[in-house]
C-alpha cells in the first residue's frame, strides 16, 4: 500500500481514538469535556502528566487499554512518516544519480542553458530530431516543473556563467552549446565562459536588444539570432508573401511531414568524393533535389549545376520527402552503398549513351 494511503488511514484511526477517550472518560468518569478530552491527549502522548482527577479501577482499565492502543497508533503514524521522508529524499537521490550518471556519458551533444520559452521550442526540435542534450537551469521552480512534466530531458541545475556548471554539463565533450537565458548580459558571460573551457565548441547565442549581436560575436558566439527580429519579419512576410511562407513552414517544420527540407554532411572518406551531382545519381536514386551545397569556406552556392563536383565536408541542403531524406543519408554514410550506387549509375549511363549511337 502507498505510504501516504498509510498515513492518512492512521491519522483517521488516531483521531476515532481521541473520541473514544474522551467520551469514555465522560460516560466511565463524569468527567466534563475538556477534562475528557484532555486526560485522553495525556494518556495517548504518554509524557507522564499526573491525571485530571482520580480514577476509579473501571477508569484505569479504560486508560489502560487506550494506551495499548495509542502506542500503537502513534508508533505507525512515525513509521508511515518517516517512510514518507526516506523513500522521498532516496528516490530523488537516486535519480538524481541516474541524470548526473547519463550527462557524464554524453558525447557530441548540445547544451542548452535557459528553459525558458524559447529553450523549451529548441529542446522539443533536439528532441524530435533526435539529437543528444542537456538543459542547464538555474531556477529552482523551472527545475522543479521540469521534474514533474516527465518529457525526459536531462537537465542540470546551476548557473551556466560559472565553469563548474558547465564542465558538469560535459562542455569539454559538446558539439555545441545554445544560449537562450532572457538577459543579453547572462548570454555574453555564457558564451564567454564557454568558449574558455571549449574554443572548439559551436555557439549559438540568443540576443534580445539592439547592438547585443555585435558583443555576443565579440564574446565568441559563433551565430547570433534574435527571436523578435525573426519573428517581426515572418510576420511581415505572411502578408507581403504569403505563399513563399507557407512553402518554408512546410519545408522546414517537422511537422509537414509530406516535405522536408534538411541538411546532410558528406564525411571525409565518403566514395562520392569527387563526383558530380550528376554521376552521383542522388536525385535519380532517391528523389530529391539539392537546392544548394555549402562549402567548408562557409561559401554558400545556390540551385547547383549537375556538373558541380562534390568536395569532402561540403554540406548538401536537400528538399524531398522524409523517406527520400534518410535514403540520401544512408547512402552518403555507407561506404558500399556509395560504391554500387555510382557503378549502378555509370552502367546506366554508358548503357544510354549506346543506345543512342546510330
Given at each position: ?81 518517516a517512510q514518507i521522508m526516506f523513500e522521498g529524499q532516496f528516490q530523488r537521490i537516486i535519480g538524481r544519480k541516474k541524470v548526473e550518471k ?257
Open positions: 500500500m502507498d505510504p501516504v494511503r498509510h498515513l492518512k488511514i492512521s491519522i483517521c484511526v488516531l483521531a476515532l481514538l481521541v473520541s473514544c477517550g474522551t467520551f469514555g472518560y465522560i460516560a466511565i468518569e463524569g468527567w466534563d469535556l475538556l477534562d475528557s478530552l484532555y486526560m485522553t491527549v495525556l494518556t495517548l502522548s504518554t509524557v507522564g502528566f499526573r491525571e485530571v482527577h482520580e480514577l476509579s479501577d473501571a477508569g484505569k482499565l479504560f486508560t489502560m487499554v487506550l494506551i495499548f492502543f495509542g502506542v500503537g497508533v502513534l508508533g505507525y503514524i512515525v513509521g508511515s512518516l547519463a550527462i557524464a556519458g554524453l558525447e557530441n551533444h548540445y547544451i542548452i542553458c535557459g528553459f525558458g520559452r524559447i529553450g523549451a521550442l529548441v529542446c522539443k526540435e533536439l528532441a524530435a530530431k533526435p539529437l543528444p542534450f542537456v538543459v542547464v537551469e538555474k531556477d529552482a521552480a523551472t527545475v522543479d516543473r521540469m521534474e514533474q512534466d516527465g518529457h525526459g530531458y536531462l537537465f542540470l541545475r546551476g548557473d551556466a556563467t560559472q565553469d563548474d556548471t558547465l564542465l558538469k554539463a560535459g562542455i569539454k565533450q559538446a558539439k555545441g552549446l545554445i544560449s537562450v537565458v532572457t538577459s543579453d548580459t547572462e548570454n555574453v558571460y555564457i558564451t564567454l565562459t564557454a568558449r574558455g573551457l571549449n574554443p572548439d565548441l559551436f555557439i549559438l547565442a540568443r540576443s534580445g536588444e539592439e547592438g547585443s549581436e555585435i558583443k555576443l560575436k565579440r564574446a565568441g558566439a559563433n551565430k547570433v539570432v534574435s527571436p523578435y527580429l525573426i519573428g517581426g519579419s515572418r510576420m511581415a512576410q505572411a502578408v507581403l508573401r504569403p505563399t513563399v511562407v507557407d512553402f518554408i513552414e512546410i519545408a522546414t517544420g517537422h511537422e509537414h511531414m509530406e516535405l522536408q527540407m534538411e541538411e546532410i554532411l558528406i564525411p571525409a572518406d565518403s566514395a562520392f568524393i569527387g563526383e558530380t551531382l550528376a554521376s552521383s545519381g542522388f536525385r535519380k536514386e532517391t528523389g530529391v533535389m539539392i537546392v544548394g551545397i555549402k562549402k567548408v569556406s562557409g561559401k554558400m552556392g545556390f540551385n547547383p549545376e549537375s556538373h558541380t563536383r562534390i568536395e569532402a565536408h561540403d554540406t548538401l541542403i536537400v528538399l524531398g520527402e522524409p523517406n527520400a531524406i534518410m535514403k540520401l543519408d544512408q547512402l552518403v554514410r555507407c561506404d558500399n552503398c556509395a560504391e554500387e550506387l555510382i557503378k549502378k549509375h555509370r552502367r546506366s549511363h554508358e548503357h544510354q549513351q549506346h543506345e543512342s549511337r546510330p
